[in-house]
Structure formats: structure tokens, C-alpha cells
């Protein structure tokens, strides 16, 4: 089982950054396939980034393109969504996913495709 606690979101302004970061417990990540959805309110679930087992694939939603940046670090257990220029449309919660997956270069993107997942977070951009 593993359990996944999502932390960086906020109150921030069009223009700032954030950096959310999602740790693991009770299993390592090195196994797992990873994401990061968000929802906004009377909205689906909609996909932001993924990234594949071992980090040497990644994938974007065209929204955040050149925005957004996934990364995880197998060592410390923890994958990161730094957001640069934030948009009001960004406003969302934020849903951190992982899936054992071992596939070289292999990345989910829908929600289905995962079997774990984190709290959430809340990321609020003003205009």
C-alpha cells in the first residue's frame, strides 16, 4: 500500500510560482509510474503532467506547457510539480498519483490508470 501526502499549494498571485511536492510513505517510488491531476470546482478530474518510472519520460497537458515542470527523486521518496507563471485557470486542487509500473519509459495519463492516491491541495491564483 502506499500512501502519498501532498504539500506546496497556496494563495499566490498571476505570475508567481509554486512548487508542490508529493512524499511517499510506507513503499519507494522507484517502482511507480506518477501524475499530477487537478480539479476545479464542478469540474472533471483533468490531467496536468506524468512522468515514467524511473523519471526518463515525461508528458504535459498542452495548459501547462513550458509552465510546468514534473520531477521525481527516487532518493528522497517525493515527486514535484514546480509551476511557474501561474494563471486564475490554474486554480484547482491538486491530486498526486502513483502506479506500479515498470515499463521503460512508459507514462499513464488518465486517472483510471492509477491506483494510489494523495489528499489533494489547493492552489488559488488571483488575477
Known amino acids: 500500500q502506499v500512501q502519498l501526502v501532498e504539500s506546496g499549494g497556496g494563495l499566490v498571485q498571476a505570475g508567481d510560482s509554486l512548487r508542490l511536492s508529493c512524499a511517499a510513505s510506507?513503499?519507494?517510488?522507484?517502482?511507480?509510474?506518477m501524475a499530477w491531476f487537478r480539479q476545479a470546482p464542478g469540474e472533471e478530474r483533468e490531467f496536468v503532467a506524468a512522468?515514467?518510472?524511473?523519471?526518463?519520460?515525461?508528458i504535459y497537458a498542452d495548459s501547462v506547457k513550458g509552465r510546468f515542470t514534473i520531477a521525481k527523486d527516487n532518493a528522497k521518496n517525493t515527486l514535484y510539480l514546480q509551476m511557474n507563471t501561474l494563471k486564475p485557470e490554474d486554480t484547482a486542487v491538486y491530486y498526486c498519483?502513483?502506479?506500479?509500473?515498470?515499463?521503460?519509459?512508459?507514462?499513464?495519463?488518465?486517472?483510471?490508470?492509477?491506483?494510489?492516491w494523495g489528499q489533494g491541495t489547493q492552489v488559488t491564483v488571483s488575477s
Open positions: 510506507r513503499r519507494t517510488l522507484r517502482d511507480y509510474a
Open positions: 512522468i515514467s518510472f524511473s523519471g526518463s519520460s515525461t
Open positions: 498519483a502513483a502506479q506500479f509500473d515498470r515499463i521503460v519509459g512508459h507514462v499513464l495519463l488518465s486517472p483510471a490508470d492509477y491506483d494510489y
